[in-house]
């Protein structure tokens, strides 16, 4: 029964968390709805509880500009729409509000810069010439299993200095770190969650000694061993900086992988764009995260009632960014579900967040996007697709889990 605040309040027609929409990709009308009638929207019951819904460019981008009202803490909530179950917290950075999150991602964030970032792009691009060198022609296969998870991995193993060889065991503990479907409230599903976030921590503090018994050194383990803001992380708090930079980097860029083929697949006449000329190629990259927005949303913590798009928000609600439909915010992007390798504002997309939690890996999956398209254009390839791909059930993560492919040449 809605109570008297419900009553007051813009109650969405539908809920955007449910994962059918995602599933059967029916996400466009309602979040068009919400943006043109509720900007900001309640939704009183879900399977994560009562939350607000923020549909719009301008309200996401000023959410993520008012940290001390909308929180990230882990200890005012959670960065996702689903609670954590009790005692299983990720206190990481991307989890933290200033000041501890100001001075955690310091240490991580020049780990990303550019002379680090061109050192990385070199090994990118030879993994991604050695795997399309591999690639089966006239055969179908799976794009997910074949490109976009290897690669991705592979650029993980690049980012860790990771041996190739357990690059199995960073796949396992990313799909499970960034799991976040409603299977995941299970205590069944919890024991497993917790036995595989703990050999991924056993396995990199094996790492984390090691560089500790080295001199400091660029790399972002041994920035992240010999710092202060780091060094003396506890258990769960390495776990859950671990598990962050193992799943912000993974299941995004894997599905930017994945959703450019659909892309290209959709608007055919991209690629004929690309092949003309190849300096649209960073911006087409820049297109594809827009146009796929592989993270749905992120969600903050209301610290104090205030009032937001004409809606009165009270403390402890929360707050969900929904990037996917701010990507889709006509008011910027004009034929917003147009995928325009030549769109002039692409980069004004939010899929990265906004504010100082902005992500840090944006350019390292710029990088990995912008190698896939040079060696699709540079092959002179087609990636036609095979009957139609499975999309994953999840409210956070927008994307594949398998996608029937095969390599045209020509
Ligand atoms: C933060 C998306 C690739 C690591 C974020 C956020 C989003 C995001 C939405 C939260 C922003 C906010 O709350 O305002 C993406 C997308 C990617 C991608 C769409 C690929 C297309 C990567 C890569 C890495 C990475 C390759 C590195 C391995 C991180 C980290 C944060 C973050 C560590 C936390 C930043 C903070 O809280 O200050 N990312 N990401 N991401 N991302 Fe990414």
Request: glycine share 6%; aromatic share 8%; hydrophobic share 40%.
């Amino acid at each position: 029964m809605a109570s008297v605040v419900d009553e007051a309040r813009a109650v969405s027609p539908v809920d955007v968390s449910d994962i059918a929409l995602y599933v059967e990709d029916k996400w466009r009308e309602p979040f068009a709805k919400l943006r043109a009638e509720m900007p900001v929207s309640w939704c009183p019951d879900s399977p994560y509880g009562g939350y607000w819904s923020v549909a719009t460019h301008a309200l996401v981008q000023a959410v993520e500009l008012d940290p001390a009202t909308f929180s990230s803490s882990w200890e005012n909530g959670n960065i996702v729409i689903a609670d954590p179950p009790p005692q299983s917290n990720l206190p990481n950075f991307i989890a933290a509000d200033p000041p501890v999150h100001t001075a955690q991602r310091r240490v991580i964030s020049p780990a990303f810069n550019p002379s680090q970032m061109s050192e990385r792009e070199k090994v990118v691009k030879q993994r991604t010439r050695e795997l399309f060198d591999g690639l089966p022609l006239g055969e179908t296969f799976d794009w997910v299993e074949r490109v976009s998870v290897p690669l991705t991995i592979g650029m993980l193993c690049i980012l860790f200095d990771f041996p190739w060889e357990e690059r199995h065991d960073l796949k396992r503990w990313s799909d499970y770190g960034g799991n976040v479907s409603p299977e995941t409230a299970t205590e069944e599903y919890r024991a497993e969650w917790m036995a595989q976030m703990q050999a991924m921590l056993a396995r990199f503090d094996a790492e984390f000694a090691a560089r500790k018994a080295l001199p400091p050194s660029d790399d972002l383990l041994s920035r992240m061993v010999h710092s202060e803001a780091m060094g003396n992380l506890n258990p769960m708090e390495r776990l859950a900086n671990i598990a962050l930079l193992i799943v912000g980097g993974n299941d995004t860029t894997r599905n930017s992988m994945s959703g450019l083929v659909e892309a290209l697949h959709r608007f055919p006449g991209e690629l004929d764009r690309l092949r003309a000329d190849a300096s649209l190629i960073p911006n087409a990259a820049q297109e594809i995260i827009r146009w796929q927005s592989p993270v749905t949303h992120m969600r903050r913590t209301c610290m104090r009632d205030i009032e937001l798009g004409g809606q009165a928000l009270r403390k402890g609600e929360k707050v969900i960014l929904w990037y996917i439909s701010a990507n889709r915010d006509e008011s910027v992007f004009a034929d917003a579900d147009v995928f325009d390798v030549r769109r002039e504002n692409a980069r004004r997309h939010v899929a990265f967040g906004h504010g100082i939690h902005r992500c840090v890996g944006a350019r390292l999956a710029e990088i990995q996007l912008c190698t896939l398209i040079e060696e699709i254009v540079g092959r002179g390839i087609r990636i036609a697709p095979q009957g139609s791909a499975e999309r994953l059930p999840s409210p956070f993560l927008h994307g594949f889990t398998h996608m029937p492919v095969r390599i045209v040449v020509g």
